[in-house]
């Protein structure tokens, strides 16, 4: 198998570059085409600079062959390399949210928890640009401000998103290129979830009537956002600190 292509290899190292040799880092792997092209990926790049990389999936359990999928993801982690495989059955508890929230709130939970047991600096997940894009046009549809619009961001805490300016179809090429069989989520194409109904229905329409470059700009615009947002805070901040100094002193004075 030759090495991920380098501009996947380079997204990675430059999150991954200021950690510490023989620091315990996750990558998360659903055994979708995303999430395997981040575990091939990650797994070259930590090899290279002296990382330990845990590939951790998480079977969510909520159809029957889960099972299966989540050991056919394990041998394709380990086929890449990955030495330490762990996987991780939840259960998901649906609530007023919805069974998509629901799913996601039970997934990071199981994250805190693999972190803490192995130590973790970092959990790798594999958003792309097109999730980014598609979050903005979900978030829009709620009439969100601009930190809402924000979206994803490429550092969260110990949430590290490698992928997020990069493609979709980058990362499927890379795979399809190297004959690295992947799994497809029924979710993804289930219209009862709206990202289903985004990706597969207003997302080609938007692409039809304003070319593919409508990904790029949705993912733009979130990160000028998420710059204006920083700046408000940042201001915000720092008013109130000096606000705070100031009232002291005069309490001070009195």
């Not at 959990?123 to 980014?132: I, R, S, Y």
């Not at 401000?145 to 493609?167: C, D, N, Q, T, W």
Request: aromatic share 6%; net charge negative.
């Amino acid at each position: 198998m030759n090495n991920p292509p380098i501009n996947l290899q380079n997204a990675v190292n430059n999150l991954l570059k200021d950690f510490e040799p023989a620091d315990n880092i996750l990558v998360a792997c659903s055994g979708g085409a995303d999430s395997l092209a981040l575990a091939w990926t990650s797994q070259v790049v930590t090899e290279r600079i002296g990382l330990n990389l845990i590939a951790v999936i998480i079977d969510h359990q909520l159809i029957k062959e889960s099972s299966q999928v989540a050991q056919d993801a394990k041998k394709k982690c380990e086929d890449f390399g990955i030495e330490k495989v762990v996987i991780k059955q939840i259960e998901v508890k649906d609530d007023n949210d919805g069974l998509e929230a629901a799913a996601r709130k039970a997934r990071y939970e199981a994250f805190e928890e693999l972190v803490n047991e192995f130590n973790a600096k970092a959990v790798l997940l594999a958003h792309t640009q097109d999730d980014q894009a598609e979050t903005v046009l979900m978030r829009l549809t709620r009439g969100s401000g601009a930190k809402s619009l924000s979206a994803m961001k490429e550092v969260s805490g110990k949430y590290l998103r490698p992928f997020l300016h990069i493609r979709k179809k980058e990362l499927v090429n890379a795979l399809e290129k190297e004959n690295i069989s992947y799994w497809q989520d029924p979710a993804n194409t289930n219209y009862k979830f709206l990202r289903a109904k985004v990706r597969h229905e207003l997302m080609p329409k938007l692409i039809e009537i304003l070319g593919d470059s409508v990904i790029d700009s949705l993912d733009k615009t979130s990160e000028l956002l998420k710059e204006d947002n920083e700046a408000l805070d940042l201001i915000a901040q720092e008013s109130y600190e000096k606000l705070n100094k100031e009232l002291n002193v005069r309490s001070e004075e009195h």
